[in-house]
């Protein structure tokens, strides 16, 4: 889909081609601003695309020993903090420094969690919420895609 820039000024979205946006690249969740408009939509639910032989792929790793019940039960309340551009994966400001969280670890709302490198500039990633890691998806250095899972997080509730 083409979005038609008026000449000199920035790109200008409709609803229509937002939704269609989150619904093709299977997004819970897009927001877009241009100009002054914020448009943001959510999906209720973005059903996992299909693995390699059509089974549907889980970012979770859980043991067979639970029941698929007791474990959908059991991660249903944790948040997803995903990727918000495609760029490369950084868990520390430095190569030599302690990554910003470590599973286990207690954060806050606004917390830097990680750093996406995009076109060599450094995003901070912060928690939208607080709660504590559960699980950190992705190694260090690693590219990652828009909306690509990074961390399983439980939300103070």
Known sequence: MAARRPAGGPARFTVDQ???LAVRHNLAELEVETA???IRVVREHAPA???PRGEASSA???PLAQPAADRAESTAHLLTVEAPMVGTFY???KPDAPPFVNEGDAVK???VLCIVEAMKLMNEIEASVAGRIVKVLVENGQPVEFGQPLFLMDPLR
Do not use: S
């Open 91 to 93: 868990r520390a400001p």
């Open 60 to 62: 979770i790793a859980t």
């Open 18 to 20: 937002v939704v269609e």
């Open 36 to 38: 002054g408009t914020r």
């Open 49 to 51: 695309p299909p693995g």
């Open 109 to 111: 709302e606004g917390q």
